[in-house]
């Protein structure tokens, strides 16, 4: 078997949408693993005891979260043409997870699940306008710093000041978008902010639609570095 | 909402198009995950998909948050492919599965909003039928369904929604419809039987054809003759979400003849009808592709006994080398060849190896023929630690037919015996990591087979003797869990009432009990409830034996076993005869062969012990 620097490494961009948008994290990657086998792609598989195929996925979104923008990377032992894979991926994925382009990336890039640590994310609030106060009320949170919820029984915290890295209300509208950054401590769900800004303001929490827009990286120099390149 | 995936449908692999103009949905009764898995389902979806004209969708039961959900909003039960109301349908099919789902049958069909009672139901309202391995007493529930097919479904359900179709078309009153179900060999339609309680049957009396139907006496299984010429591959819709056996299923071969006396399966299931070397291999393969799938599982009830059973394991080996992909088979042989075949599908990391001697002493073991002796017991286990395992799960029965305290401790002795084999061959210590684990279920005599005529062991006894066991425990390596007592009894209840049994049925479901296979929703006392109101004592219906010349309430339903084979497999129980395996010696005289005209298939050579 080729070594992993003989191996290739695909990375694709796919979104999650639809009905599927309810598919839990674990769902979508059984689901994907399952998409590469009946894609017949020459896909790499490890060495480890359970065989595993070599993919890596970007961070889990929430369940009932569609999206424009998720990615995983698939190692491959043979290079395949990009246009090639894309039609194999696509013929072999359900449509709600139909993967939108890709490329080769380099192996040195760290981990995708670290690497694209930020997202943009657009809220659709269901049946309501965007209150007038909820701008001020995110940055209210944002000034206190550090924000508590329960995930299920588990108490967790968040630091707003680096997860929440801008956001931009619509007043009187019906959206909102968020732009978030995942540490390896924490990182921000949409429906969290948005939860206890309505309780700041006194009211009940909307039902949401949310949805990732897309994720990129951020340089040590702060610029923007997008997941499928270019690269030199 | 717990787990949405469960609703989403549109998974790899549905039949999208689902056109009509017949359309037909089948149900199994509890949640997706259980169901979606289940290969009988999957046989029938795709038969009667296959179909010119007709449709068929499938639909589970809501979660109960769900339908909680659903009756506050008056949203109706529906089908997964196109969300149509199960009401709306030609034919509404469910799965017997197990005597456990009797309730979330009601639940379904109350949720659907279709009358319960098929009497109840009007000339517009679905033809609701059954079928499935638990059809063997299907008088308690009978009163739900218009008919029930009984054996094999491929043909007949294809058979039956033709009969529907044809006879709406011909404008037939549901009355007529139903009896024109009832001329469908192995077709049974309850409505068309009367209940006769008199002095030769139990307090169920037993069921005769009503003066003028036509109906048969008695109703024969159906039995696919040439299992080759099934589609190999039916499971071929890829779920999204973790289901309980999240792998490819080939089916390899139908019907087992060891004959274990308790085994329902066992005796419904005949002749052995084996799947050809090649066609095995192949479907695997295929399936692996079309589904993308990274375990395959040989399923049957026996898949050991394959005649070709290492050729095939060894040729799917080699050919899938490197794709990480495994392939199990779901039971193992008491013997070397058992784990011979679990060391080439496993290998010994995967976790423990199961064997089920069922009984602890050599004694009751001939007396419930199971055909494995001590010295198997002590090869298999010898075998597996030599091949790396270190623990071994061991299942039993409690409460079989003329079972003693000795029998009991014998299920400890068991224990203990294979315990110090692995001590034995790894060492001993706390590293060594060998380990025993004990799993005893109750016995619950089951229709059709020789144990028919058992009583259940009384609760209390049933208790006390797991003390004994527990008491008869000495090492600490050695695990014991069993079977909680009170399922057990109700699950004897459902297995042994005749048709007024519904009543419980009904009560049990007004009671609030539904998904009562789920440890966590099982509640004893809305059964102890239930049986009150209606006058039943469940320990009195569970603890009656029946004597050997009484008129049984399923004896108008047949899966070709004859009763005088039972019979005679009864008394040689009693006296601790054992009975050869007919795919390994000579015919045993069961009778299925001479009374449905076919006859085992067996490949190659059966290697018998």
């Known amino acids: ?232 | 909402m717990e787990k949405p995936t469960r609703y989403l449908d549109h998974e790899w692999g549905a039949c999208e198009d689902q056109e009509g103009p017949f359309h037909a949905c089948l149900i199994y009764p509890d949640v997706y995950e259980v169901g979606q898995p289940n290969l009988g389902l999957a046989i029938l979806y795709r038969c009667l998909n296959a179909q010119e004209g007709m449709s068929c969708e499938r639909s589970y039961l809501p979660w109960v948050d769900m339908s909680a959900l659903m009756r506050e909003s008056g949203v109706p039960l529906l089908s997964l492919e196109s969300s149509a109301p199960v009401a709306s349908f030609d034919v509404v099919g469910f799965t017997l599965a197990h005597e456990m789902a009797c309730t979330n049958i009601v639940e379904a069909l109350d949720l659907a909003g279709v009358a319960v009672r098929a009497a109840e139901r009007d000339e517009d309202d679905p033809v609701v039928i059954a079928g499935g391995p638990s059809v063997w007493n299907c008088e308690p529930v009978s009163p739900m369904f218009d008919a029930i097919i009984l054996g094999d479904g491929e043909d007949a359900i294809v058979e039956v929604c033709a009969c529907v179709r044809d006879c709406r078309a011909r404008g037939l009153a549901r009355r007529e419809l139903l009896l024109e179900l009832s001329r469908i060999p192995g077709v049974y339609v309850p409505s068309l039987y009367d209940v006769v309680v008199d002095e030769r049957s139990t307090r169920w009396g037993y069921a005769v054809p009503k003066p003028g139907s036509g109906a048969p006496q008695v109703v024969t299984k159906r039995c696919v003759a040439d299992f080759a010429a099934t589609d190999p591959l039916p499971q071929t819709i890829v779920p999204y979400m973790g289901i309980v056996q999240d792998r490819l299923a080939v089916e390899v071969l139908r019907g087992c003849a060891r004959g274990c006396r308790f085994c329902q399966a066992g005796m419904t299931y005949r002749p052995v009808r084996e799947r050809p070397r090649a066609q095995v291999v192949e479907a695997a393969e295929r399936g692996l592709a079309i589904t993308g799938y990274d375990e395959v599982s040989l399923t049957s009830l026996s898949t050991t006994d394959h005649s070709g059973c290492a050729a095939i394991l060894h040729q799917l080996n080699a050919d899938l080398a490197g794709s990480g992909v495994h392939v199990s088979i779901p039971s193992q042989r008491l013997d070397s060849f058992g784990v011979e075949m679990a060391a080439e599908v496993g290998g010994a990391r995967r976790g423990g190896l199961t064997f089920a001697p069922e009984a602890g002493s050599q004694r009751l073991r001939d007396v419930i023929n199971k055909n494995v002796s001590e010295e198997d017991i002590e090869l298999a286990a010898r075998n597996a630690f030599e091949v790396g395992w270190r623990r071994v799960k061991l299942y039993f029965m409690m409460g079989l037919p003329t079972e003693t305290d000795e029998d009991v401790v014998g299920i400890a002795s068991v224990a203990q015996r294979v315990l110090d084999i692995g001590r034995e061959v790894v060492g001993r210590g706390y590293k060594s990591g060998v380990s025993v684990s004990i799993s005893v279920a109750v016995f619950v005599p089951k229709a059709h087979t020789p144990f028919q005529w058992s009583a259940q062991l009384g609760r209390d006894e049933v208790i006390r003797r797991q003390r004994l066991l527990l008491a008869s425990t000495h090492d600490r390596d050695i695990k014991v869990s069993y079977h909680d007592a009170d399922v057990s009894l109700v699950e004897a209840v459902l297995s042994k009432m005749g048709r007024a049994g519904f009543d419980l049925v009904m009560a049990a479901w007004r009671h609030g009990c539904r998904f009562d296979a789920w440890t966590d929703q099982f509640d004893f006392q809305r059964w102890l409830d239930a049986g009150r109101e209606v006058g039943v004592s469940l320990e009195g219906v569970a603890s009656a034996p029946m004597s050997l010349d009484q008129r049984l309430p399923w004896d108008h339903t047949s899966p070709a076993v004859s009763k005088g084979f039972l019979k005679r497999e009864w008394r040689r129980a009693a006296v601790g005869v054992t009975t050869a395996d007919c795919t390994m010696e000579s015919c045993t005289g069961c009778g299925v062969c001479p009374t449905l005209a076919v006859s085992n298939r067996i490949e190659g050579v059966r290697d018998g012990k």
């Open chain 1, 1 to 232: 078997m080729a070594s992993r620097a003989e191996q290739h490494r695909l990375r694709v961009r796919y979104g999650k949408d639809g009905r599927l948008a309810y598919l839990g994290h674990l769902e979508v990657l059984a689901t994907i693993n399952r998409s590469v086998r009946r894609s017949g792609l020459p896909f790499a598989v490890g060495n480890g005891f359970a065989r595993r195929i070599r993919l890596q996925f970007s961070q889990a979104l929430p369940v009932g979260a569609s999206s424009r923008g998720e990615y995983f990377d698939l190692l491959l032992t043979d290079r395949v043409g990009e246009g090639e894979a894309l039609t194999a991926l696509r013929d072999a994925t359900p449509a709600g997870l139909a993967p939108q382009a890709l490329c080769y990336v380099p192996h040195r890039l760290p981990a995708l699940e670290a690497w694209l640590s930020d997202s943009l994310w657009r809220v659709e609030l269901l049946g309501e306008a965007v209150p007038a106060q909820l701008g001020d009320a995110i940055g209210e949170l944002r000034c206190r710093g550090s924000l508590e919820y329960l995930r299920g029984e588990r108490r967790k915290v968040v630091d707003l000041g680096s997860a929440l890295r801008d956001w931009d209300v619509d007043a009187g509208g019906r959206e909102l978008a968020i732009v978030t950054h995942a540490t390896n401590e924490a990182s921000l769900r949409p429906a969290v902010l948005l939860d206890a800004a309505f309780r700041l303001m006194g009211l009940r929490p909307p039902s949401l639609r949310v949805s990732r827009e897309a994720q990129w990286h951020v340089g040590d120099d702060g610029s923007k570095l997008d997941a499928l390149g270019p690269w030199e």
